[in-house]
């Protein structure tokens, strides 16, 4: 699977790079107060870049339009598109439609319709720190089901934001989201969780959403910091992926629903700092 992969990279990457071992793992990042502020100036252009976008997003406009706006916001902004050539990835969004979950590569010929439900990532590099969000853009009237999924992606990660602070684990995020999510009649995607996330776009630990033995349950510190990213599916939990190596469908082709904030711990709690 996607995450048991993805913590392999992240544990060798972590050993070249001979980074601080927190809890007997390697390469959990504690950050300074000057780090954390660093990250959170990168934040802020990503929340600003995501609310003008998202004024965009409308019937018979292409992905590509949408996201052409985002990169030049960004650089217009002094700042660097975190995903665009990462791992080869073409674009400076992630735009995914309906039952795309992610990974949704911005294309001329995409063209938004009513009913749509739109899900945009963005990535943002600036002065060396990464930060990264994911909204939902529901373009029109949606139907019920559709909004009921949105409203508990909402619950989700909310919930999750109360919960976090020192002390509590890795373990706590992944019930308080697969509770919620059961509660409501959907299901949790296992394959992609959130990451540390600081001087590199994915850094550990993995943040996960469901209860597993396979991945570390660290206990949360004050410095930490990482991506909350709920993504749940109307249906089924299981995706495939299409022929571009990217985008991220649902297996059943039923609607799927993604939110991502870059959050640091606190001393008390947590700030989420792409508000």
Not at 40 to 53: F, G, P, W, Y
Not at 81 to 88: F, L, R, T
Not at 99 to 114: A, D, T
Not at 116 to 122: G, S, W
């Amino acid at each position: 699977m996607f995450f048991k992969k993805f913590i392999k990279s992240l544990i060798s990457t972590s050993e070249q790079d001979q980074t601080p071992w927190i809890q007997r793992r390697p390469g959990i990042e504690i950050k300074s107060s000057r780090e954390i502020k660093l990250i959170t100036e990168t934040a802020k252009i990503v929340s600003a870049v995501l609310n003008e976008i998202k004024k965009e997003v409308k019937s018979n406009v292409s992905t590509l339009d949408i996201n052409e706006y985002a990169e030049k916001l960004v650089r217009d902004m002094g700042a660097i598109p975190s995903y665009k050539g990462y791992s080869g990835y073409p674009t400076a969004t992630c735009i995914s439609i309906n039952n795309e979950v992610l990974h949704g590569i911005p294309n001329k010929n995409r063209i938004i319709k009513e009913k749509d439900l739109i899900k945009i990532e963005l990535g943002v590099l600036l002065n060396g720190f990464h930060a990264n969000k994911s909204i939902i853009v529901p373009v029109g009237s949606i139907g019920e089901n559709a909004k009921n999924l949105i409203k508990t992606n909402e619950d989700a990660i909310n919930q999750v934001i109360n919960i976090i602070k020192p002390g509590n684990t890795l373990l706590d995020i992944a019930g308080t989201v697969e509770d919620i999510v059961k509660l409501n009649g959907f299901s949790v995607v296992e394959d992609y969780t959130g990451s540390g996330i600081g001087r590199n776009l994915h850094e550990q630990p993995a943040i996960f959403n469901f209860r597993t033995n396979e991945l570390p349950n660290i206990v949360l510190r004050e410095g930490m910091t990482f991506t909350i990213n709920p993504i749940i599916n109307e249906g089924s939990k299981f995706c495939k992926t299409l022929n571009d190596q990217w985008t991220v469908i649902t297996s059943d082709g039923k609607l799927s629903s993604n939110l991502r904030h870059t959050i640091a711990i606190t001393k008390n709690g947590c700030e989420v700092l792409t508000k």
